[in-house]
């Protein structure tokens, strides 16, 4: 407890509190955001998901009552008490967030017997009822709240009523609901009110738990290890709202090279260049589009980094070329450790400039990856990240097309690292306690940043472990998950979630990583993962391989029908790509996202919407062949019936019970949507400059279609077109150009459909 308020101070946009045990910070960044800071263990905030000086000029005000500091800007007001509780408002006097002040009590507390019998049988008991930590903080929990986020934890998508940890973690089993850790990290949540809602990130890189309302339904609680009280409240008028102003204060998603947005396969176990060959020349053989392949861990000599595998490869550079030839791209696997091997040059630069975590006693590191022996690069260290992003260029020259960082939680063979393992944070000593959670988002910032200055092209980096922040540098996917349908179910939630915190460019492994995928298994998910920003097919050695050609010929057909899908929607995806960049909404949402007020979906687990005009509802159960579908307010369209003589209509706000044979997922779209598509193309380039096709959807509706070269940063100099597309639902269709920095299409083609 902080005792009583003795008095405050003003310095601009920040007021400094003195309580009788203790000091604490309020700062104003925007009319929106206010940040709470309490410093336990530093007086500056340190931030790897901040960068820059992200406070506004806001007009506030300061008012003292008898009982409380009152701050008002025109959209929150935040009342600041005794002991340094704190409630936030609405600009309507709607309260949305307020300190718990009751006295905690767990809802069940078994008695010490019976927890010591369970852990007997192997059971896993929590033997506390109330969690406390260093660092903490409860707020009050109303009965009809929600609560999405926190990237990508298992589960459902409302996560009310679970507690989860942030502490990246590298789980080989396979991901279960309960699991309270995952690869990524993002403190961040949005709690949707019955009337209001609002979000919170909090900033502590420490090992964190978050506990919504399981401990006991009044309450929620989020706390960390160690570190300061840091956290951002975010107000809004809706979920669109705050999550345009938690991207703002942590960054957005850059527009990436559209190839990028085509279908990748990839497999652990590609092992040399004759499977590579022979794997380019039959998806062009059978007609499947596809613009990269993936390199596994074994492309490398001995799995050290750098370094190519000369046994297997005649020669790197000259078969990427003859990929390239073909429109295939290379993305090349890089994990951090590096290998100890005396004359390594990795090994032997990084051990003389001191870039390897150290031990407390001042000897480098040494842990256990793939490479056996291994040092952890201390990429908090900018000198570090330079060093890293320098040696890049030996994939740039080759023709690499993308990076893949993988293992980066980090993951280790021979126990975890000790938390006093010495790491820098940027210009100080710190330690793998308070660094583990951003490990993954400095090595992405050092490869995005490496990579964008060795080849002035936009990076494609993917990476498995995150922070808040991290979607600045990297896309990513949900990790190593099986081939099951559990995970298919789950990966909905999951690329929803992480949506939501930020991350927008993402995706799973179609078909699943671990274990033996079935035909019926790979249809289902392709048809959902086509939808997803990143399209990749991907699984493990020792595992069946899923190549979609060896389950015969209907799967085959199918599969390829969805990856044309894919790619003749890309002119879609790419503007949502744009859009993401601009405002931060997802490409993928949940679609409480855009109907908050809509009961149904605030905990709709198997439906999806890519972007605001189209709504995805895959089919996620074996042998189903039918599926309900609930579609909200307006009016919808089934997309399949699009070649037919009349369109497929359907009204919102109801449930419909639709067919979904074998070959089709059930799409619909909006009323009043200007779809842009394009030909079918086997790669991104294919045809050097395709014509846009504009499919217009019954109703009222307006469009932005966006623009440009597809592959540099030439766009943020004005190098693009932008277009504004209208239609009054008559059958007509007005365009406009709000921006011209770029090339005409060659032709415009508009399908009106009724």
Partial sequence: ??????????????????????????????????????????????????????????????????DCLVLS?????????????????????????????????ARFEPKASFIELARLEGHDVNDAGIQNYPVQCVKQLDEADCIYGLGDKTGVLNKRYYEYENWNSDIPDPHEDC???????????????????YGIFYDN??????????????????????GNLDYYFIGGDSMPDILESYTYLTGRMPLPQKWVLGYHQSRWGYDNEETFRELASKLRALRIPCDALHFDIDYMERYKVFTWNREHYDDAGTLLSDLKKQGIKAVTIIDPGVKVEKDYPMYEEGVENGFFAKSPDGSVYVNTVWPGDAVYPDFGSPAVRKWWGEHLQFYTSLGVGGVWNDMNEPASFNGPLPDDVVFTDEDRASTH??????YGHNMAKATYEGWKALTGKRPFVITRACYGGSQKYATAWTGDNQSLWTHLRMAIPQQCNLGLSGMAFVGTDIGGFGADTTPELLIRWVQAGCFSPLFRNHCAIGSMNQEPWLFGEETLDIYRKYVNLRYTLLPYFYDLCRECEQTGLPILRPLVLHYEKDETVRNMNDEFLVGEHLLVAPVVEQGARKRMVYLPEGDWYDYWSSGAEKLRHYPGKQYHIVDAPLDVCPIFVKAGTILPKSPAQMYVGEIADPEL???????????VHYHDNEEDFAYRDGAYHEYLFKTDGTGSLQITKLHEGYRDYPHISVRYLA
């Fill in 73 to 105: 800007t025109d959209s929150v007001v935040c009342r600041i008490y005794h002991d340094f509780m704190i409630d936030f408002y609405d600009r309507e006097g709607r309260l949305l967030c307020a300190d718990y002040r009751g006295q905690r009590k």
């Fill in 205 to 226: 890189t420490f090992k964190s738990y978050f506990n919504f309302g399981k401990e006991n339904h009044q309450y929620y609680s989020f706390g960390s290890d160690d």
């Fill in 1 to 66: 407890m902080f005792g009583a308020m003795l008095n405050y101070e003003q310095k601009g946009q920040t007021i400094t509190l003195q309580y009788e045990k203790q000091i604490a910070r309020i700062q104003v960044l925007t009319n929106k955001v206010i940040n709470v800071f309490v410093p336990f263990a530093a007086n500056d905030h340190r931030s790897k998901a901040i960068e820059g000086e992200k406070e506004l000029p806001t007009p506030f005000t300061l008012d003292k009552t008898e």
């Fill in 433 to 438: 306690a308070e660094m583990h959670n951003v």
């Fill in 693 to 703: 096709i504009l499919e217009v959807y019954p109703g009222e509706g307006s469009y």
């Fill in 179 to 197: 699991f309270k850790s995952l690869y990524k990290s993002i403190p961040f949540f949005i709690t949707l009110k019955e009337k209001g809602v």
